[in-house]
Nanobody, 116 residues
Framework: QVQLVESGGGLVQAGGSLRLSCTAS????????MRWYRQAPGKERELVAV????????NYADSVKGRFTISRDNAKNTVYLQMNSLKPEDTDVYFC?????????WGQGTQVTVSN
């Protein structure tokens, strides 16, 4: 059974940090590019960060460049999103996503709330 389980969300003050984790099971994690998305109610899902299967290529949305860092540990089947200098506009539900050829898996999401 394929599973992606996010954790690490919560409530933080502006300027603070959070580290999200997404642990995978049920598929060969090391073959998959991994992505973090976020979505607020009534808005489109936004791509936040991407890391390739081998971890060599990274990409970020302009809104988070310099503040967020995506990484992965293939031995632990886990992808991370380190979020620093958080802003109230970063408040969203964050989802991890695994993609490989035609396969596309999603986690259930974790809420991040940044207060003023």
């Amino acid at each position: 059974q394929v599973q992606l389980v996010e954790s690490g969300g919560g409530l933080v003050q502006a300027g603070g940090s959070l580290r999200l984790s997404c642990t995978a099971s049920g598929f060969t994690f090391r073959n998959y590019d991994m992505r973090w998305y976020r979505q607020a109610p009534g808005k489109e899902r936004e791509l936040v960060a991407v890391i390739t299967s081998d971890g060599r290529a990274l990409n970020y949305a302009d809104s988070v460049k310099g503040r967020f860092t995506i990484s992965r540990d293939n031995a632990k089947n886990t992808v991370y999103l380190q979020m620093n200098s958080l802003k109230p506009e970063d408040t969203d539900v964050y989802f991890c996503n695994a993609q490989f050829i035609r396969r596309d898996y999603w986690g259930q999401g974790t809420q991040v709330t940044v207060s003023n």
